[in-house]
């Protein structure tokens, strides 16, 4: 058995679940969020708690147990208090400035980098060498915060680029002068 997958989602009184056949509907304060269950895995709604069952031990219900739990508590936590990434900017005269909902990163190239989010994400940039990713969705928000961080990676010899809050960048000895 899935020790993940035996495990309750609580619900808050916030948050309302609702289940039509396969489709499951999670609104909240922030929004709301709809998945598709598929193969042989059922949801049971009751007492202000979500219980994830499968139908038989195959393996590809047993893989699918744990995976439709978390992302069904994903949802929940989202619905109800949302999800953010942090993301820094590190390198002379690279900076973010948000024109409309449109970010507009500097990152030493010759023009400026437009970056125009979906419509489910908002953006902050809180200091000229911050920006901030909120979503409902944990799968959008890491999506996003990663297309952001694919325009200039940190590169290991100094450290330039954009990297998650808590990324750690190896850093390379560069060369040494010959003797």
Excluded: C, W
Excluded at 133 to 160: C, D, N, Q, T, W
């Amino acid at each position: 058995m899935s020790r993940i997958g035996k495990k309750p989602i609580e619900l808050s009184d916030k948050v309302k679940v609702t289940q039509k056949g396969k489709l499951i509907e999670v609104t909240g304060p922030n929004g709301t969020l709809n998945m598709e269950i598929t193969g042989g895995i059922s949801i049971d709604i009751k007492d202000n708690e979500i219980n994830v069952m499968r139908e038989d031990d195959t393996k590809k219900n047993k893989s699918l147990h744990g995976l439709y739990r978390s992302l069904l508590n994903n949802m929940v936590v989202g619905v109800k208090d949302g999800f953010s990434k942090k993301l820094e900017l590190s390198g002379i005269g690279y900076r973010a400035e948000l024109k409309g909902k449109n970010l507009v990163l500097m990152l030493g190239y010759s023009h400026p980098t437009v970056f125009i989010p979906p419509a489910e994400i908002t953006i902050e940039v809180p200091a000229p060498n911050t920006v901030l990713v909120k979503g409902v969705s944990k799968e959008l928000v890491g999506l996003v915060a990663a297309k952001i961080r694919s325009f200039r990676k940190p590169e290991p010899y100094k450290g330039k680029g954009i990297k998650f809050e808590n990324e750690v960048v190896r850093r390379k000895a560069g060369k040494t002068a010959a003797k």
